[in-house]
T-cell receptor, first 117, second 113 residues
Framework: EAQVTQNPRYLITVTGKKLTVTCSQN?????MSWYRQDPGLGLRQIYY???????DKGDVPEGYKVSRKEKRNFPLILESPSPNQTSLYFC????????????????FGPGTRLLVL | KQEVTQIPAALSVPEGENLVLNCSFT??????LQWFRQDPGKGLTSLLL?????REQTSGRLNASLDKSSGRSTLYIAASQPGDSATYLC????????????FGQGTTLQVKP
């Protein structure tokens, strides 16, 4: 089944303890992206990647790191989490970030709910 | 800076009504605009994507239009059903050189039986 998977789905952690949220897609998509969703603020883009080894900042990259060493995986790293990073996180992918048309349709993962105490 | 606004934030209609959801953006220089659906506790599902050169796209009971010059897009839902109840979000992409998307805050739709 074609899908985007995220792990873990739920995570409670404490301030300063490094964590990684994994994202994997099995559709050979070139484009991948991370978003966070907060009440009243909507969905905001953290980082995106147009292809392997190519990443760029979205609107709210502070406090996050990403890497794209292989096409299928795009982990989100919080080196020193803080309470303001408590949020619902979504990973998404699309066939190509450049081609246009249907190939830009994004497929979203189920979300990771993070609580930082 | 591009800003995307969706009004109203919430909408409740009886089953069978045709309805229109609105999305406005401040910078008309966009590459494309997408409409998504989000069910409670779930990820987003892409509904329609309109390129900047297009005026509308249709999929089943859904029709999305784009008026770049006025900075507006509408999502028309025909003959609404309770299963259409969800949050609908629009997102704008500025250019083909960037994968950056700017989302509106969404309109939460409830269709009552």
């Amino acid at each position: 089944e074609a899908q985007v998977t995220q792990n873990p789905r739920y995570l409670i952690t404490v301030t300063g303890k490094k964590l990684t949220v994994t994202c994997s897609q099995n559709m050979n998509h070139e484009y991948m992206s991370w978003y966070r969703q907060d009440p009243g603020l909507g969905l905001r883009q953290i980082y995106y990647s147009m292809n392997v080894e190519v990443t760029d900042k979205g609107d709210v990259p502070e406090g996050y790191k990403v890497s794209r060493k292989e096409k299928r995986n795009f982990p989100l790293i919080l080196e020193s989490p803080s309470p303001n990073q408590t949020s619902l996180y979504f990973c998404a992918s699309s066939p190509s970030g450049l081609a246009g048309g249907y190939q830009e349709t994004q497929y979203f993962g189920p979300g990771t709910r993070l609580l930082v105490l | 800076k591009q800003e995307v606004t969706q009004i109203p934030a919430a909408l409740s209609v009886p089953e069978g009504e045709n309805l229109v959801l609105n999305c406005s953006f401040t910078d008309s220089a966009i590459y494309n605009l997408q409409w998504f659906r989000q069910d409670p506790g779930k990820g987003l599902t892409s509904l329609l994507l309109i390129q900047s050169s297009q005026r509308e796209q249709t999929s089943g009971r859904l029709n999305a239009s784009l008026d770049k010059s006025s900075g507006r897009s509408t999502l028309y839902i025909a003959a609404s059903q309770p299963g259409d109840s969800a949050t609908y979000l629009c997102a704008v992409r500025r250019s083909s050189n960037t994968g950056k998307l700017i989302f509106g805050q969404g309109t939460t739709l409830q269709v009552k039986p």
